[in-house]
């Protein structure tokens, strides 16, 4: 991708995958429309200094665009919606209410906002740009190649995905539309949740906002179509659409074969098949999180999205594995820290050898003498810091490198990405999250 001051005035010659409004929308049918729309061309300057590249995406009621921000010289996404629905269906309100519930959610699992605005009549906001893939995208490549996904890699996604969805719920809002190509995939193998098109936001008596009947229907609730659920039970329409995309990744099937909302009422008059049959491998441990996820009485299935991570890599922790030649460099000038990895990794990889230093140097000095399957080293220490280190593992060695540091964002993970880092945790870490991100490292090699 070319850099913020270098930017061409043309759209970049990469496969779309930063998701514009095209969800469905069951009752006033917008997201049928696919009438030609242009948008804004190249080089056409839209608020405060941000200059658009070109096109990243285009659904039925929308746009993404690729721009840089000439004032932060950065790139940035901009998702505008067509002109012909700003004044229908309450479109201007329901597009502000995406972009103030984005903006109430601060975690790294979740794409950042950071303006709004109006251009001819048209609103837009101004988001996190997230170079890299998506879901939807990833799951494509796998079957053009005949491969299913691995077990490692998805659960390290989906640890992801059910933090980023986590923090949503603990702000007030409900996801309303999460599906694969809302996940993306972007540098240093984060996942980045994006358009909360659909989000359902509560009032401060805990109610839920009026909004039409909408999504898109494989990955949909249920109870979507009733308007008596209680507003502590709607988060789990969220959790429905996670256990319909940890099934797919999983199993590489769908649980169900949904394409339109009719579909719906025949697919959930039985259970879906137990992922174990699809995929004996998996064994049977995952069998009762993943259809305990997708049970059609939201009352009876899994009752957070936190909680269906937790089952899921208790799941993962079934599986035989034989961890003995794995070796793991730790670097960490905290001696908590330390502490609490070395025990982590030590439980999501008995038997393998884990060495703990307290500076860059030591730990370039441990690697360069005993080479490490993976290293796990702070960005903020004496010595090598990690960018330093990063830097000078890659010259030496092709292994998985995970950099953990008490703050960081976008531009910290394409930074660390651009100089070889393999994947990025914000402190204070989940030791879930790096048991899942580790294994997904290692299952690479």
Not at 31 to 47: F, L, M, N, Q
Not at 88 to 104: P, S, V
Not at 305 to 321: H, I, K, N
């Amino acid at each position: 991708m070319s850099s913020p001051d270098t930017a061409p005035d043309t759209a970049p010659d990469t496969e779309p995958h930063q998701s514009a409004p095209d969800s469905v929308d069951t009752h006033s049918g917008e997201g049928d429309a696919r009438a030609t729309w242009e948008g804004p061309s190249a080089g056409t300057r839209i608020g405060e200094g941000y200059r658009v590249v070109g096109p990243l995406g285009q659904g039925g009621m929308g746009m993404v665009l690729l721009a840089v921000d000439e004032n932060l010289e950065r790139d940035v996404a901009i998702k505008l919606i067509r002109p012909s629905y700003a004044a229908a269906n309450q479109a201007h309100d329901r597009f502000l209410t995406e972009a103030r519930a984005m903006a109430r959610v601060k975690h790294e699992n979740v794409v950042e906002i950071y303006a709004f605005g109006e251009i001819d009549g048209a609103p837009y906001f101004v988001m996190e740009y997230v170079p890299g893939t998506n879901v939807a995208n990833w799951l494509d490549d796998l079957i053009l190649e005949d491969k299913l996904p691995s077990i490692d890699e998805s659960l390290g996604y989906l640890d992801q995905i059910c933090r980023g969805v986590g923090a949503i719920h603990e702000s007030g809002t409900v996801h309303g539309d999460l599906k694969p190509s809302n996940i993306l995939l972007g540098p240093a193998s984060r996942v980045a949740i994006a358009d909360l098109g659909l989000s359902r936001l509560f009032d401060h008596a805990g109610r839920p906002g009026e909004h039409p009947m909408a999504g898109t229907p494989a990955y949909m609730a249920p109870e979507f179509s009733r308007t008596d659920l209680p507003a502590h039970m709607l988060h789990r329409s969220d959790v429905y659409a996670i256990g319909v995309m940890a099934y797919e990744m999983l199993t590489g099937e769908p649980p169900f074969d949904i394409v339109t909302t009719q579909d719906m009422i025949v697919a959930h008059a039985s259970p879906p098949p137990l992922p174990s049959l699809l995929r004996p491998e998996l064994g049977t441990a995952f069998d009762e999180p993943l259809l305990a996820s997708l049970a059609v009485d939201p009352v009876e299935r899994t009752e957070s999205a936190d909680l269906l991570r937790r089952q899921l890599l208790r799941a993962r922790d079934s599986l035989e594995a034989n961890h003995e030649e794995i070796r793991i460099l730790l670097a960490d000038d905290d001696s908590d820290f330390l502490e609490l990895a070395r025990e982590t990794l030590a439980y999501g990889f008995p038997g393998a050898e884990i060495e703990a230093v307290t500076d860059g140097s030591a730990a370039l000095a441990a690697i360069d003498r005993k080479e490490a399957s993976m290293a796990v080293i702070d960005l903020d220490m004496p010595g090598l810091n990690g960018v330093e280190l990063t830097a000078a593992l890659r010259e030496r060695y092709s292994m998985p490198i995970v950099v953990c540091t008490a703050a960081g964002g976008a531009p910290d993970w394409q930074l660390l990405q651009g100089i070889g880092a393999d994947g990025f945790l914000v402190k204070p870490i989940d030791p879930f999250a790096l048991i899942a991100l580790a294994r997904k490292m290692l299952d690479s090699q």
